[in-house]
């Protein structure tokens, strides 16, 4: 089957336009960072960088750390769902979404801290064994690509949040190499 491609010519500059299709079609967004490939055979391929994985490796390390200092559980979410985590009843958080008031806390790049189970989290924290939890994005570039929490049946203490902030913070800073 022959395949036929949309022809571009290179700039000034070496750069190439990737038609619009296509970013609508693979959802690519202007900042959205991309994986360049040179194959043996002369062929170049483009492919969308997974910063997910990315958030998900670099988050999962500094939350192990988290863990250890606060003594308290440390889950791990991208933009969509929670990814890992450190001292989690793991049945019970990962895999489940991000929602409602967390995700427009990613969203306006904001830090939470509850005093009372927060419904709209989307993860039954009563069921987990937890009361209360405190969330710091991970901001790359002006953009949340997730964010790191702590859960606990005691309040979140204002050092505790700092300290989380903190960690997120150098997260963010690992993945502006990406």
């Not at 203490?157 to 990406?178: F, G, H, S, W």
């Amino acid at each position: 089957m022959e395949t036929k491609g949309i022809v571009r010519r290179l700039d000034d500059l070496g750069r190439i336009v990737i038609p619009k299709e296509y970013r609508r079609m693979f959802k690519i967004e202007l900042g959205d960072p991309l994986e360049i490939f040179a194959m043996d055979n002369g062929d170049i391929i483009l492919h969308r960088f997974d910063m997910a994985a990315m958030v998900k490796s670099e988050a999962t390390l500094a939350a192990e750390a988290l863990e250890r200092e606060t003594g308290k559980a440390v889950g791990v979410a991208d933009r969509e769902r929670f990814v890992a985590g450190v001292g989690l009843y793991k049945n019970d958080v990962i895999g489940k979404t991000v929602e409602g008031g967390v995700r427009r806390a990613m969203e306006e790049n904001r830090t939470l801290n509850t005093t009372t189970v927060n419904d709209a989290m989307n993860v039954d924290l009563r069921c987990a064994g937890y009361t209360y939890f405190a969330l710091a994005p991970i901001i790359n570039n002006g953009q949340a690509y997730g964010c790191m929490t702590l859960f606990s049946n005691d309040p979140v203490t204002d050092e505790e949040v700092r300290l989380l902030k903190m960690t997120a913070e150098l997260v963010a800073i690992n993945l502006q190499r990406y």
